[in-house]
């Protein structure tokens, strides 16, 4: 990491990936420091952690959307309408560049439906975006997540991608839907999945230029500390800062804003536009 010469120049560089892990329901002190979470504290400890970072409200949909629109369009996850706001799709289209959303268990290639558990619609931000819907080439660019394995050894991996396990390996629920298991359970599940399924893409050539913000939707709901409550987040590239820990406190608002300045685009959706800058990181 610190062989890259942009490392610590105090300014943001444009990648040609972002990467955005989204997982659930969980504090940050369920997260850091949990021994049953070895590979997450292993890439916490040797990034880039936000040690003050805080989700938006309590309930999923809105944080999803927070992190892709700047807006937190619903308070209700079972929300059914269209979001036509700035979002992520129009800035990174206009701005002549790819994406995709890779969601696990997802029914179908551009499916716009319902959940079908253990796929969770509400998970899926870019499902209710008008540029999507009235587009079946955008519709195109919602696809299973077995599609990120292909897209790397095909070297067609989309300048944004947002990434979502499905209900089973996410925190969400028990692994495999079974009806009983311990919360343990559930993070060792997500830090093995994390393991099995991203390491490949963190050893990847293509990955000396990318950048993976792995964040958490949400905390315990307990924890309403600014609104959703306190969450870790990782910044995970070799253009991050090794080992680096920031106390400045941001929320979803930042990573978007992020997400956009990594890819030179200045189109900053909803309250990105205001959100405080994670230059620190790198």
Same mark, same amino acid.
């Given at each position: 990491?610190?062989?890259?010469?942009?490392?610590?120049?105090?300014?943001?560089?444009? &990648? %040609?990936?972002?990467?955005?892990? !989204?997982?659930?329901?969980?504090?940050? *002190?369920?997260? /850091?420091?949990?021994?049953?979470?070895?590979?997450?504290?292993?890439?916490?400890?040797?990034?880039?952690?936000?040690?003050?970072?805080?989700?938006?409200?309590?309930?999923?949909?809105?944080?999803?959307?927070?992190?892709?629109? @700047?807006?937190?369009?619903?308070?209700?996850?079972?929300? #059914?309408? &269209? &979001?036509?706001?700035?979002?992520? &799709?129009? %800035?990174?289209?206009?701005?002549? $560049? =790819?994406?995709?959303?890779?969601?696990?268990?997802?029914? #179908?290639?551009?499916?716009?439906?319902?959940? !079908?558990?253990?796929?969770?619609?509400?998970?899926?931000?870019?499902?209710?975006?008008?540029?999507?819907? #009235?587009?079946?080439?955008?519709?195109?660019?919602?696809?299973?997540?077995?599609?990120?394995?292909?897209?790397?050894?095909?070297?067609?991996?989309?300048?944004?991608?947002?990434?979502?396990?499905?209900?089973?390996?996410? *925190?969400?629920?028990?692994? @495999?839907?079974?009806?009983?298991?311990?919360?343990?359970? $559930?993070?060792?599940?997500?830090?093995?999945?994390?393991?099995?399924?991203?390491?490949?893409?963190?050893?990847?050539?293509?990955?000396?230029?990318?950048?993976? /913000?792995?964040?958490?939707?949400?905390?315990?709901? =307990?924890? =309403? %500390?600014?609104?959703?409550?306190? !969450?870790? #987040?990782?910044?995970?590239?070799? $253009?991050?800062?090794? *080992?680096?820990?920031?106390?400045?406190?941001?929320?979803?608002?930042?990573?978007?804003?992020?997400?956009?300045?990594?890819? @030179? /685009?200045?189109?900053?959706? @909803?309250?990105?536009?205001?959100?405080?800058?994670?230059?620190?990181?790198?």
């Amino acid at each position: 990491m610190a062989s890259d010469p942009t490392v610590g120049s105090g300014s943001i560089p444009v &990648v %040609a990936h972002v990467f955005l892990l !989204v997982e659930e329901n969980h504090a940050y *002190g369920d997260v /850091i420091g949990n021994p049953s979470m070895p590979y997450t504290n292993n890439l916490a400890s040797n990034y880039g952690l936000a040690t003050a970072y805080y989700a938006n409200r309590h309930n999923s949909l809105p944080n999803y959307f927070m992190l892709t629109v @700047g807006d937190m369009v619903t308070t209700n996850d079972l929300y #059914t309408g &269209v &979001v036509s706001s700035d979002n992520v &799709v129009r %800035a990174v289209t206009a701005a002549g $560049k =790819t994406w995709k959303m890779y969601a696990e268990s997802l029914p #179908t290639p551009g499916y716009m439906g319902a959940s !079908v558990i253990p796929y969770a619609r509400d998970h899926d931000p870019f499902s209710y975006f008008s540029d999507i819907r #009235t587009s079946s080439a955008q519709m195109a660019n919602i696809v299973p997540f077995s599609q990120l394995a292909i897209d790397l050894a095909n070297n067609t991996l989309p300048a944004y991608a947002m990434i979502v396990p499905n209900l089973e390996d996410d *925190g969400h629920d028990c692994p @495999g839907e079974a009806p009983i298991c311990t919360d343990s359970d $559930k993070l060792s599940n997500v830090d093995r999945w994390i393991q099995t399924n991203l390491s490949g893409l963190f050893l990847s050539p293509v990955f000396q230029n990318s950048v993976l /913000i792995y964040t958490w939707d949400e905390s315990v709901l =307990t924890d =309403t %500390a600014n609104g959703g409550g306190h !969450v870790a #987040t990782i910044l995970i590239s070799p $253009k991050v800062r090794s *080992g680096y820990q920031s106390t400045t406190m941001y929320q979803h608002e930042s990573a978007l804003k992020l997400s956009m300045q990594l890819l @030179g /685009i200045t189109d900053f959706p @909803g309250a990105a536009a205001s959100a405080p800058d994670m230059t620190e990181f790198f």
